[in-house]
């Protein structure tokens, strides 16, 4: 049976991530803070606002831009959105 944590996106317990999604202190303080289900949600977003900005992920500044983009995410605030992209009801 897997670990559960409560989820700050979800704001519910849910299964845990089983290793940080990152190195060092960042992926320790998400493996703490959410669920797997939310680093699976942030990664498909993620894909899907690398192609459509057509980030460079060898430029410093996209990687910060996602990176803000992701705590916004996590965070339930208002983060970049897909233009014309409507979520399935």
């Given at each position: 049976?897997s670990?559960?944590?409560?989820?700050?996106k979800?704001?519910?317990?849910?299964?845990a991530?089983q290793i940080?999604?990152?190195?060092?202190?960042?992926?320790?303080e998400?493996?703490?803070?959410?669920?797997?289900?939310a680093?699976?949600?942030?990664?498909?977003?993620?894909?899907?606002?690398?192609?459509?900005?057509?980030?460079?992920?060898?430029?410093?500044?996209s990687?910060?831009?996602?990176?803000?983009?992701?705590?916004k995410?996590?965070?339930?605030?208002?983060?970049?959105?897909?233009?014309?992209?409507k979520?399935l009801?």
């Amino acid at each position: 049976m897997s670990e559960t944590i409560f989820c700050k996106k979800f704001k519910e317990d849910l299964p845990a991530l089983q290793i940080p999604p990152m190195p060092g202190a960042r992926g320790q303080e998400l493996m703490g803070s959410i669920s797997q289900k939310a680093w699976d949600e942030w990664k498909s977003h993620q894909t899907t606002l690398i192609n459509e900005k057509r980030l460079d992920m060898s430029n410093p500044e996209s990687r910060e831009w996602l990176l803000v983009q992701m705590y916004k995410f996590i965070n339930n605030e208002d983060y970049e959105k897909a233009s014309g992209f409507k979520a399935l009801d």
